[in-house]
Every structure is written in structure tokens, then in C-alpha cells.
């Protein structure tokens, strides 16, 4: 799409290169920003300039740059890049395709956009937020008055296509800790098309601890996280799972139905972690 109210665009080379003027915002992949008319929008302040690295680890966990596109996370979790390995105990990062492939996108948007576009975007069903809410994701946020934030990425969204970041504040990177990537995790979805947009996304994990974590996304219009100090029985979730709040209705799913089949999908999983772990 022509974007046509854009008479500016700078390369943003520090920090100092983030203070938005009237009208600009920040691009990294772009591939919402020009999918449709933004009409106060006339500049844009490419993040993608500032040579943030993709990947690191560390001993405390993952850390994926907002530039880092959603291909280059796949590849690094499939084990393609040579270069920077996927520790061997981080068995929770099988589930990087999964949620990638929950995202109602072609490969070719994959190698366009970014990770943080998607938690920023803040979609319900945005497939990020999925993956980063399931494993403990906290953002790493630059405020507008030259300060640093950290917020859980459970936290970060308020509703669909709405989140806690103020004009001018610019996601740095989003945190997975390493505690988290060495749990047992799933990722289950569903949508009422084949290729539909998600309806429900259900993620279950087991921690080494024996805790478990499970989350719901796409169904509530803001994530929702039940943590239980060890496995619950069927009844325990399917009641924490119908008691949860934010259950919607659109075109693409009933709030009643969202909630039945994201008991479904997360009876699925606890059944497939307890089998795993026998």
C-alpha cells in the first residue's frame, strides 16, 4: 500500500534518534504499518538502523531484540544457526514454530516482520504475545523521558490492538528466562477456518520444579496465565479455564465457544505433558 500522508523517513543511528517529532513513529519490518492507511502518520524512525543483535544467551535466558524478524527466532529454535546453538536443556523452544505458524501470515511476512512489531501490535491473536506470555516473556521497554522499564509481556497488553506503551517509549528486546525455556511445553490453537486467524491459542508447561503454567491467548482479549504449583487434575483446570475473564465475541468466534474449546485444548496438553513425563 502507498502510504501517502509519509513525507519523511530517518535511519535512527542512537538513542537520541528515537525522539518523535508530530506525526512520526517508529518502523522496523513495517508489515502492519504499511498494510493500511495511517492517516497521523507523515514520518518514519527505522529501528532496524541500530544494529541491535537478533539473539543473545546468556545464563539467564534468551534475549530477542524487537528488530529480531520472525524468521531469523524459528531458524535460531529449528537449530539453523550454527553459529548460536539452542542449549540443549532449553526444551521449551520446540514451540517457537508452533507459534510462529499460529500467526495467520505467509513465510514471506515472517521474513519481514518483526518480533516486537507483533507484542506491540498487541493483536489478541497476535502469535508473539502467545509465545512470550507461555514462557515468562518480560519486555524491555525505553521510555520517552530516556528511562528503562520492565514488563511482563502478560502484562503489556490491555485489549485488542491496546497496550501499556506511551507515545514515544520503544521496545528494546523481550526476555525469555532460561528457568522457562528448560520446561516441557505445548502450544495448541484452533480457528473455525483451516487458515483462519487463531481463535483460542492454549499453552501448557512444566517447569523443572514441577510447577505448570498455562496460558490462554487469541480466546481472551487480554492473556490470561494460571500457574499451579503442580499439575492440576482435569477438574482444577477445566474450572480455572472457565472461570477466566475476557472471553469475546466476534466474527470469527462466539465468546461461549472460545471458552469451551480452550478447555478442550488445554485438557489436551495436560494429558500430553503428564504421558511425556511418564
Not at 6 to 12: D, E, F, I, L, P
Not at 92 to 119: E, Y
Not at 140 to 146: H, I, N, Q, S
Not at 172 to 185: D, G, M, Q, T, Y
Request: proline share 5%.
Amino acid at each position: 500500500m502507498d502510504i501517502t500522508s509519509v513525507t519523511s523517513y530517518r535511519r535512527a543511528r542512537d538513542r537520541g534518534d528515537l525522539a518523535l517529532a508530530p506525526g512520526e513513529v517508529v518502523i522496523a519490518g513495517g508489515t502492519w504499518l504499511m498494510s493500511e492507511p495511517q492517516p497521523g502518520t507523515t514520518g518514519f524512525v527505522d529501528l532496524t538502523t541500530l544494529g541491535w543483535p537478533d539473539l543473545e544467551i546468556d545464563a539467564s535466558g534468551l534475549r530477542i531484540a524487537a528488530t529480531c524478524t520472525i524468521a531469523r527466532l524459528v531458524a535460531w529454535a529449528e537449530g539453523r544457526l550454527p553459529a548460536l546453538p539452542v542449549p540443549a536443556d532449553w526444551r521449551a523452544a520446540a514451540i517457537v514454530p508452533d507459534a510462529a505458524n499460529a500467526l495467520l501470515a505467509s513465510f514471506k511476512i515472517w521474513n519481514t516482520a518483526t518480533v516486537g512489531g507483533n507484542l506491540c501490535r498487541s493483536f489478541a491473536a497476535a502469535a508473539m504475545v502467545s509465545l512470550c506470555v507461555a514462557l515468562d516473556g518480560v519486555a524491555e521497554v525505553w521510555t520517552a523521558d530516556g528511562g528503562e522499564r520492565r514488563i511482563p509481556v502478560a502484562e503489556l497488553v490491555t485489549g485488542d490492538g491496546t497496550n501499556v506503551l506511551a507515545r514515544g517509549d520503544v521496545l528494546r528486546a523481550v526476555r525469555l528466562p532460561a528457568e522457562a525455556l528448560r520446561s516441557r511445553a505445548l502450544l495448541r490453537k484452533i480457528a473455525l477456518a483451516e487458515h483462519g486467524r487463531s481463535g483460542a491459542v492454549v499453552t501448557g508447561r512444566v517447569d523443572p520444579g514441577g510447577a505448570s503454567v498455562f496460558t490462554i491467548t487469541a480466546a481472551t482479549w487480554t492473556p490470561t496465565v494460571l500457574r499451579f504449583a503442580e499439575m492440576p487434575d482435569a477438574a482444577a483446570l477445566a474450572a480455572a479455564v472457565a472461570a477466566a475473564s475476557g472471553y469475546y465475541t466476534d466474527p470469527l468466534g462466539s465468546a461461549d465457544w472460545r471458552r469451551g474449546v480452550s478447555g478442550v485444548l488445554a485438557e489436551r496438553i495436560r494429558v500430553e505433558l503428564i504421558e511425556g513425563g511418564a
